[in-house]
């Protein structure tokens, strides 16, 4: 595996990818933010502050069920009550999150016109497709490992360690 390349969005991108995403998502008038565990769960508290909406998250990474699987019945019957939920991501890579987290919500009846998701980077090579991104990458020709502001601060090893989980995302 060649050298991998490290990128930082830096903080005003944050900023400005928010407001991207927010004014995208006005029209569609969401009524609660989901933020999905880890990379999700920042973006989705400065959409809240931007958009004066509630925030929810989800959390599959940590493997605990009543911070992830569990909470999926009461969105999707969020969804059959009415409600628009915005999930947001950092990025979709793969789209294994999205994929997984459409077909949960599916399995629980949830209103699927009800739901969108939002994140600030977009793999246009991914399996899924987002409803709102701030900016469009091509994973057949960029390989790089990004690197959010809230992952800035871990040491270089936990970086090195979540770019090398899933190689072939960037080789």
Same mark, same amino acid.
């Given at each position: 595996?060649?050298?991998?390349? $490290?990128?930082?969005?830096?903080h005003?991108?944050?900023?400005?990818?928010v407001?991207a995403?927010?004014?995208?998502?006005?029209?569609?008038?969401p009524t609660l933010l989901?933020?999905?565990?880890?990379g999700?769960l920042?973006p989705?508290?400065?959409l809240s502050?931007?958009?004066? @909406?509630?925030t929810v !998250?989800?959390?599959? !990474? !940590?493997g605990i069920a009543? $911070?992830g699987?569990?909470r999926?019945a009461? @969105?999707?019957?969020?969804t059959?009550n009415g409600?628009?939920l @915005?999930?947001?991501?950092d990025?979709?890579?793969?789209g294994g999150?999205?994929?997984?987290?459409?077909?949960a @919500?599916?399995?629980?009846d949830?209103?699927?016109?009800?739901?969108?998701f939002a994140?600030?980077?977009?793999?246009?090579?991914?399996g899924?497709?987002?409803d709102?991104a701030?900016?469009a990458?091509?994973?057949?020709v960029?390989?790089?490992w990004f690197?959010?502001?809230?992952?800035?601060?871990?040491p270089k090893? !936990?970086?090195?360690?979540d770019?090398?989980e899933v190689?072939?995302?960037?080789?």
């Open positions: 595996m060649s050298e991998i390349v $490290f990128t930082h969005l830096p005003e991108d944050l900023v400005a990818g407001h995403i927010a004014d995208a998502a006005a029209h569609w008038s989901v933020g999905v565990g880890r999700g920042v989705a508290v400065y502050h931007r958009m004066g @909406l509630p !998250s989800i959390d599959h !990474s !940590s009543a $911070f699987a569990d999926l009461p @969105l999707a019957a969020l059959r409600e628009r @915005l999930l947001v991501e990025i979709n890579d793969t999150t999205i994929g997984t987290l459409r077909a @919500l599916a399995a629980h949830a209103r699927a016109d009800n739901i969108r994140v600030l980077l977009d793999n246009i090579r991914s899924q497709r987002t709102y701030f900016r990458i091509d994973r057949d960029t390989k790089d690197v959010f502001p809230w992952e800035a601060v871990a090893a !936990s970086i090195d360690h770019a090398a190689p072939e995302r960037i080789a």
